[in-house]
């Protein structure tokens, strides 16, 4: 069982930036692809960014040059750093981690609760 907690959303003027984090936590796996989603009142969850294991990275074209998703596997962790911040980029941004289950020999999927990012015109 893999364990995910976002921190730092926030209200943000537009223009702003935020650094989201993501801490994984559990037993008996291994990290691969993580991702951020955005998830718009009312709307469908959508992938804006996606680092693998060896680190390559891809944005969505909505977040691309003002986004930048980095991770640190001596700690667990994803971060999404968030600049140049507009009021659609409003909502709740949930970590999503591919991991292989070492005891149950298989890829899984774990999901984080979301953090609520506001941002002001």
């Known amino acids: 069982q893999v364990h995910l907690m976002e921190s730092g959303g926030g209200l943000v003027q537009a223009g702003g930036s935020l650094k989201l984090s993501c801490a994984t936590s559990?037993?008996?796996?291994?990290?691969?692809?993580m991702s951020w989603y955005h998830q718009s009142p009312g709307q469908e969850r959508d992938e804006v960014a996606w680092?693998?294991?060896?680190?390559?990275?891809n944005y969505a074209a909505s977040v691309e040059g003002r986004f930048t998703i980095s991770r640190d596997d001596s700690k667990g962790m994803v971060y999404l750093q968030m600049n140049s911040l507009k009021p659609e980029d409003t909502g709740i941004y949930y970590c999503?981690?591919?991991?292989?289950?070492?005891?149950?020999?298989?890829?899984?999927?774990?999901w984080g609760k979301g953090t609520q990012v506001t941002v002001s015109s």
């Open positions: 999503k981690v591919h991991v292989w289950n070492i005891g149950a020999s298989r890829y899984e999927d774990y």
């Open positions: 559990g037993t008996a796996f291994r990290l691969t692809d």
């Open positions: 680092i693998t294991l060896s680190g390559r990275t």
